[in-house]
């Protein structure tokens, strides 16, 4: 199938997040990065790729100062801002100290002495945004711009837990985090991620040429060949097989 691809009559912006097998700032590589190199490629357009907190990227695209992000997740705020291109759908959980006993969610919830952390400006699934809220109203949520920062005050005690997604596997599987954690299921289904395209920036008949290059990538193999090289196979095509909204 052939299209009329985006027009590339102007520069684009697209920013990256620090967050697990995304991006690593440290190692400048993974799946965020690689999908936007291959939208590049397809689109032949030029795109300024730059690196900025999760809570800046939203701004700039609701402002219509940033054109592009990836691995969004939507909600009634973001739908007056922002159109999203679907291609991958995960689960959320609850990475808790050991010794804080919890074996279902709301053990967190009734326990007022543990303290949840969060990034900055991130939403999850259905009930992973309740814990969120619910807890935000009793003072018990502390707030970081990036996972790293999270882990260590998880090992310091100074919270007890945290929200996390497959994309946080490495981190978590690394000893010194193991051997202090479990991890407990909301039982959410899985929520869908994709491109983010600022409404202001991009008229809906641009975003629809964008969105066509991801269903390209989805259909011909290119998004699972990408996930592939961070997750096993079967993982992957979990993640990548689903209806999108």
């Known amino acids: 199938m052939t299209f009329a691809g985006p027009d590339c009559g102007r520069t684009y912006t697209l920013a990256l997040h620090d967050h697990g097998l995304l991006y690593s700032a440290e190692t400048d590589k993974g799946i965020d990065k690689d999908i936007a190199e291959e939208l590049i490629r397809r689109s032949a357009c030029k795109v300024n790729v730059s690196l900025m907190p999760r809570a800046r ?18 909600n009634p705020e973001r739908e007056r801002f922002a159109a999203f291109a679907w291609y991958v759908s995960n689960k959320y959980y609850l990475l808790t100290r050991k010794d ?18 969060v990034i900055r400006s991130f939403r999850y699934s259905a009930n992973a945004n309740l814990l969120v809220d619910r807890l935000t109203g009793a003072n018990r949520v502390s707030q970081a711009g990036g996972l790293l920062p999270l882990y260590e005050l998880l090992l310091a005690n100074k919270i007890q837990g945290m929200i996390i997604e497959p994309f946080d596997y490495p981190a978590i599987e690394t000893r010194r985090i193991r051997d202090v954690t479990n991890i407990v299921e909301f039982n959410d289904p899985p929520v869908p991620h994709g491109l983010i395209m600022s409404k202001k920036a991009l008229s809906q008949e641009a975003r629809e040429k964008w969105r066509a290059l991801i269903e390209e990538m989805r259909a011909d193999g290119s998004m699972q060949r990408i996930f592939e090289r961070y997750f096993k196979a079967d993982i992957a095509t979990s993640m990548l097989e689903f209806s999108a909204p």
């Open 100 to 117: 804080a006993a919890i074996g279902q969610i709301s053990d967190f919830e009734r326990n007022d002495k543990l303290q949840l952390g």
């Open 57 to 74: 990227i939203w701004q700039l695209i609701e402002s219509g100062a940033l054109d592009f992000s990836l691995s969004g997740i939507t």
